[in-house]
């Protein structure tokens, strides 16, 4: 077995992972890796996902080694910011040609590295694995061992092939580099009691300096957020910390939780998203460090330092409050976010009306049914004009996603916000929340919006006013004809991955008295895929009184 | 809703403010062979002269009374004789425009006067037309000169025609504003021209200040509108005039011949475009051409992906009331908000703008009120102020002598618009401020408690 092949079975073994231990054995071989459907995938790739995660250390040169394509057309893309060093945002690449993918790019990749260190003398050298290389069997490792002895420099081999896997899968990937080559390499000048690691904090839009001077003012020194912001030497004298906070479980579990068991720092994971948040997570620093040896008034001092911020975060909302109020959010975002979001919109005085959880854990799920009750509209998976409905029918007032679904809003003339990478706002902490209820009301109250949903005077009808007279249609076709209703019904795709549609699950629910997921899964293969469905599987079992034919309530439920 | 205050200051410093003569002489110059005629001492031409040439970078026909101290105290009616005279034997133009100055108003010559004695004296000039404004430098200023211009051409110069006479239904006439450029001219007679209806335009700069690189060389203007079309006008279906200090112009068009008018007190923006392209459907019987119907899909979308940087913006406009009231209602539409707005005369629109106060002052006055704002507007003599304040600087409006292209600046119709989107939103875009650690620092009476305690260690 490759080292690369060896490395991924051990991410995919990640015991920190609620999910992964849910699997059986052979499951878990498979890994989390999303099975893409050629046709019908969009997103990163590991070598994307690597690449992110280590970007933001700001003071080494990040070469990838590939053809242009890898860094050619995606550098200078993430907004991460410095508070030293821009060399994170020099593009380095060895640009491979034919000759090389001929006779092999080790030669370049090795020149290139020798290149770098005389012209920037970089603390270290971090080197990116592409598909391209890795086929023709370049070896990165031995590139980067030879180079690191003869230049006397770390040159550090990032091995993440985009063919590997998808975006997470590089971000892990990317972890388990640092892990081998670079953490517990060099040694602090000093320590305290104080000192923590943040990790999976990325400083988009500097909001890591949102949250950065709370710390400041209790005397809790970050020793290194991995890896926004942060210097080689930081990273490389991080398992000196006393404990750690993971901001995103998604993309850096394996680093904490391998950093507890090398170097004993326990870890939880918290949000700086939302002021209750971030109070909670300033209390769970805090009595981590006691716990390891900080004297206990830290606590006291921390409890002063909420309530005071959180009078001011309130009293910098309080303005918005009465013009937000009421006003509703429909919310489309991955993972981690999609609660905290929830939790901080709720706090300005906003309605959520809908939430995507795609990316969401049960616990994402679990916590935010806590937050806007059972009926809360979870969004698995939705395409553009399923998004254009909902926004209609929901009669949101705005919608706050990643840059990739904004044109959806945009196009029908809804306010729209970026909370994505992208974005050019910070939101963080306590500072952020005020930041993000501000641009939501410059947003909703921006008379841009009148101005647009005008119709030109020579115009008959606007393409919205077709497209909800066809979904209006759409459903007075179907209310009129409760055959064609479940034929629509049951011909919904659930499962893309396995292309299983909702009338065989039914089916086979019925027919086997299947009462679990699992059971489901095991029965029809639906959600053995990528597994993004699971959540679609459940909602149809614990729906079958409405769907099993002869249910009183069957002709409703099948109009609606 | 704005108030309109007057700056109690004795003293200008930086003045926005230009006089009525240029503006005057500017309109002249819109006329095809025509010599614009200032009626003062030599220095008033030669500053206006020397002020269109840095903004136009064009050769500028404008000649002068050089009224002297005698001939002033004594009256100017031999000046302007022999003025008139010499442009007519040696530019031998169809059409010769005087305006008076400063000077020659406070000495109060009677110009009209003069203007019979010289055409009773001189038969041989009948073939010239003559046409007088007055515009005192004290008075007014430079969007004023233009309007009077154009009101006093076309009350001399268009043949009068009864209300019921016959018109030609694909004859529209054009009356633009001081503010409007020759680039923004030839937008608005595309979309004109889109419905297959000819607009007829006084002035028209758009021939002879448009910076092209003419056949051959003349003394008097180039390009511009022929003496025999303005006196067709009376002929067009309608009138359109440009901007809220035409509108004497246009009444006096309707007065004399009938024409009714549909007055656009600006055409910079979503609505006010479908407002225009409606009013040039219904003139023409046409349906919109899909050109402009893309056109305007492309300034929805420019408006949607541009808001996000104009949200919450705070502006500073210094410009002629015209000017002002488009620029301040087009920034408004796109959420930001006009901070400051200084203007050089008065005008109805003035109190219609969405701000607290406009004020008819200078450029200090909009330096000061622009402390705290993310954007200065004004013509280029504002660069020096965006400079103090730090600011990023949209030049816009006369004189803009330190930029390329001044003539062709086009912010009209729906393809200006967008364009003016993307060159604004640019300029909010590049001076993005970049956080740095200390951009969300506590404030300093918190008091740093840890600081101590980290220091123990």
């Known amino acids: 077995m490759s080292s690369l092949s060896s490395k991924i079975q051990d991410v995919f073994n990640e015991p920190g992972c609620g999910k992964n231990q849910g699997k059986s054995e052979k499951e878990r071989k498979k890994g989390c890796t999303k099975q893409l459907q050629p046709g019908g995938a969009a997103g990163g790739c590991a070598f994307d996902g690597a690449k992110i995660a280590l970007q933001p250390i700001t003071d080494v040169a990040h070469l990838v080694h590939g053809p242009i394509a890898c860094e050619g057309n995606s550098w200078d893309n993430r907004g991460s910011k410095s508070s030293g060093s821009n060399l994170w945002r020099t593009g380095f690449t060895t640009d491979i040609n034919e000759t090389d993918v001929v006779f092999g790019g080790e030669k370049r990749l090795y020149k290139s590295v020798k290149e770098i260190i005389e012209k920037y003398d970089p603390p270290a050298v971090f080197v990116y694995q592409t598909c391209v290389p890795a086929m023709i069997g370049d070896d990165i490792d031995a590139v980067c061992k030879a180079a690191s002895k003869k230049f006397g420099k770390p040159v550090i081999p990032v091995n993440s092939p985009g063919f590997v896997g998808p975006k997470n899968l590089g971000n892990k990937l990317a972890g388990e580099a640092i892990l081998d080559h670079v953490i517990g390499t060099e040694e602090p000048e000093y320590t305290t009691p104080y000192d923590i690691n943040i990790i999976g904090e990325y400083n988009l839009s500097g909001e890591l300096w949102q949250v950065k001077p709370l710390l400041d003012e209790l005397g809790i020194r970050i020793l290194c957020c991995i890896s926004g912001d942060a210097k080689y030497h930081d990273v490389a004298c991080s398992h000196r910390a006393k404990a750690a906070m993971m901001v995103c479980s998604k993309s850096m579990i394996n680093i904490a939780r391998k950093m507890e068991e090398r170097y004993g720092i326990p870890f939880f994971e918290g949000s700086f998203y939302g002021i209750e948040d971030t109070s909670e997570a300033l209390r769970e620093i805090s009595r981590l460090l006691i716990e390891r040896g900080a004297p206990a008034e830290l606590m006291e001092r921390t409890e002063a330092l909420i309530a005071r911020e959180e009078a001011r975060a309130w009293a910098g909302i309080e303005p918005y409050k009465q013009r937000l109020a009421g006003k509703k959010v429909l919310l489309i975002t991955g993972g981690v976010k999609s609660w905290s979001v929830v939790a901080a919109l709720q706090e300005a005085g906003l309605e959520v009306v809908g939430t995507s959880v795609k990316k969401s854990t049960k616990e994402d799920k679990d916590r935010i049914k806590e937050l806007m009750g059972e009926d809360a509209h979870m969004i698995d998976d939705m395409s553009p004009r399923e998004m254009y409905k909902m926004l209609k029918e929901a009669k949101a007032d705005i919608m706050l996603s990643g840059g990739r679904s904004q044109f959806v809003a945009l196009k029908a003339k809804m306010p729209w916000l970026d909370i994505n990478q992208e974005r050019h706002h910070a939101y963080m902490g306590y500072v952020g929340m005020v930041e993000l209820v501000k641009e939501i009301d410059k947003a909703l109250s921006n008379p841009v919006w009148e101005q647009v949903r005008k119709r030109a005077p020579w115009e008959e009808t606007t393409w919205e006013e077709r497209a909800d007279a066809a979904i209006a249609a759409e459903a007075a076709a179907l209310a009129a004809d409760p055959a064609l209703a479940k034929a629509q019904r049951r011909s919904a795709r659930i499962c893309k991955c396995k292309a299983v549609d909702r009338g065989t699950i039914e089916d086979a629910i019925l027919e086997h008295g299947l009462d679990s997921v699992e059971a489901v899964t095991e029965r029809t293969h639906a959600g053995s895929g990528c597994t993004g469905c699971t959540g679609t599987i459940a909602g149809i079992l614990d729906s079958i009184e409405d769907w099993r034919p002869g249910s009183v309530d069957e002709p409703a439920k099948q109009a609606a | ?457």
């Not at chain 2, 940087?309 to 908000?337: C, M, N």
Request: overall charge negative; some cysteine; glycine content about 8%.
């Open chain 2, 1 to 457: 809703m704005a108030k309109v205050t007057h700056s109690q200051k004795a003293c200008t410093v930086n003045p926005l403010k230009m006089s009525q003569p240029i503006g005057s002489a500017l309109a002249f110059m819109g006329i095809k062979n025509c010599m614009p005629l200032f009626h003062g001492s030599q220095g008033c031409t030669s500053f206006g002269l020397v002020l269109f040439v840095r903004h136009f970078k064009e050769a500028i026909p404008l000649q002068t009374t050089a009224m002297s101290e005698v001939a002033t105290v004594l009256g100017g009616l031999e000046n302007v004789e022999q003025a008139i005279v010499t442009i007519a034997n040696r530019q031998k133009p169809s059409i010769i425009g005087i305006s008076s100055t400063g000077v020659t108003e406070t000495k109060g010559d009677d110009v009209d006067g003069y203007l019979k004695l010289i055409r009773e004296k001189h038969p041989e000039l009948d073939h010239i037309a003559l046409v007088y404004v007055s515009t005192p430098d004290f008075k007014d200023a430079f969007q004023d000169g233009w309007a009077k211009t154009v009101t006093r051409m076309i009350e001399q110069l268009v043949d009068p025609v009864p209300a019921d006479a016959a018109r030609d239904p694909a004859k529209v006439n054009l009356l633009p504003g001081a503010h409007v450029t020759p680039g923004d001219l030839d937008e608005l007679r595309d979309l004109i021209e889109a419905f297959g209806l000819e607009p007829v335009i006084l002035p028209d700069l758009s021939g002879s200040l448009d910076g092209h690189v003419p056949d051959d060389f003349t003394p008097t203007t180039i390009g511009g509108i022929g003496l025999e079309e303005i006196a067709a006008m009376g002929r067009a279906q309608h009138t359109i005039a440009v901007g809220e200090q035409m509108r004497p112009a246009a009444e006096a068009m309707e007065k004399k011949t009938g024409i009714p008018y549909t007055l656009f007190d600006r055409l910079t923006g979503l609505e006010v475009n479908d407002d225009f392209i409606a009013l040039l459907a219904g003139l023409s019987g046409r349906p919109v051409p899909n050109k402009i119907k893309r056109q305007r899909s492309q300034l929805v979308d420019a408006m949607l992906d541009g808001h996000f940087h104009f949200g919450g913006k705070r502006v500073a406009i210094g410009a002629e009331p015209d000017l002002l009231w488009t620029l301040s209602s087009w920034f408004r539409e796109l959420g930001a908000e006009v901070a400051a707005a200084v203007t050089t005369t008065e005008s109805p629109l003035l109190e219609r703008i969405a701000t607290a106060e406009v004020l008819i002052g200078d450029l200090e006055d909009l330096e000061k009120r622009a402390a705290d704002c993310d954007l200065l507007v004004t013509h280029s003599h504002g660069r020096q102020a965006a400079e103090r304040l730090a600011i990023p600087f949209y030049r816009i409006g006369i004189p803009m002598f330190d930029r390329l292209g001044a003539a062709h600046q086009t912010i009209v119709g729906y393809r200006g618009t967008r364009n003016l989107i993307f060159e604004i939103g640019n300029m909010f875009i590049a001076s993005g401020h970049e956080p740095n650690p200390e951009t969300w620092s506590l404030p300093e009476e918190t008091g740093h408690v840890g600081e101590k305690a980290l220091a123990a260690h």
